[in-house]
């Protein structure tokens, strides 16, 4: 069996390894294809990567590639975790949104649009490759704006088996865990627990958290609102909280506490992403040192966590049929009633041998709806601008998202954007 991890360069790649290893006696990888166009970096993670195998006697080998349509070709699973314009691109994302006097992130608001419009166009790519070179392989997107590249996917290459992952719902799934097991005083099974999570990509909110089949949402809720009574600088109001009777996903600090962000971004530099990129620098000297063989501690100031589980725990779930509940984005397909059919969302699914199936669950209340459905028409209207270019398109897509200017604002906002991004954007300078 070949997998191929488009974006193989990436400094998460050790921990992905280290993930099959780990499934190597239910998931029979034999063959790991890393593919980049950054042939540099890949050289120095992928011979990393390599000796990691080795080290681990992993019964896999592990192939470097800078041609994705050879490192597609034949493979049972296809999993992105690519960025058109590498750090430098996030770090103007960021910087784009601050000097505009809105939010600057790699995933949410006009940093976001930015990003999504650089990777739509580059995984629709891929997505042809998998349609012509390895037909029926699933396309695992782990690539942000994850949600919104996977309604792309859903819109235009709808003949793709593809899924859109993110590590928010595992990270919050073992958190709770950790605060249950302090508050009951036992030890619980992370493998046995169920997270009930609904939205979008990184805005989504948790409402149900199940431990061997017992729904345990009201001790979940009243350990969570101790906790924010208690904190000095609690993440969210503890009425919000009181009145939901649900946990936000943390990205929705940026809609639920937008001028405390604004402020948080008027102390850059350094922004995240120059952060990362110290962070990157230090673990490409430490993955170059051939005597390296484990992933290193400092991986994990990269962010993350949990990644390697997420990616293969579903990998293996599909390959072996198991039927499991994961929290990933699809396609909801009427599963939640009286919402549009065609929302790619995040939510429990069922994952078997079949596909990725989503579990039938009550929808939102109207406040979280509400807001759901703004940002889902700026991902409709974002992923149609990417693929034509259309400008005026664009200007819809940033006039529909809550966290967007103000309208006599929105040309020099567009035009900031395509110029900052102009040697990834070609469709939109036909002219």
Known sequence: MKVTVIGGGSTYTPELIMGFIARAKTFPLTELWLMDIDAARLKVVGEFSQRIAAAHQAPFRIVLSTNQREAVAGASYVTTQLRVGQMPARREDEYLGQRHGLIGQETTGIGGMAKALRTIPVVLTLAQDIREVA???????????????????SMYAPDVPAVGVCNVAITTKMSLVEGLEKSLGIKIDPDQCELNTLGLNHLSWH??????????????????????????????PVKLI?????????YLQYFYGTRHKLDEQKKWPPSRAEVVMEVEQDLLREYADPALVEP????????GAYYSTVAT?????HYNDLGETHVVNVRQGGAIKGWPEDWVLEMPCG???GGVHPIPAEPLPETCFGLIAQVKSYEILTAQAAVSGDRDLLYQAILSHPLGPDAD?????????LITNRQYLPQFWKD
């Open 207 to 236: 409402r149900g958290f199940k431990v061997d089949g017992e729904e345990m949402w009201d001790e979940v809720m009243r350990t969570y609102l101790a906790e924010l009574r208690d904190s000095p600088e609690p993440e969210y």
């Open 242 to 250: 009181e009145t939901l009777r649900m946990i936000p996903n943390y």
């Open 351 to 353: 994952v078997d041998r």
């Open 313 to 317: 725990q579903l990998l293996n779930a």
């Open 296 to 303: 290193p501690a400092d991986l994990m100031k990269r962010g």
């Open 135 to 153: 037909p029926g392989a699933m396309l695992a997107n782990f690539t942000n704006p994850s949600g919104l590249v996977t309604q792309a996917l």
């Open 409 to 417: 604002q929105i040309d020099d906002l567009i035009n900031d954007l």
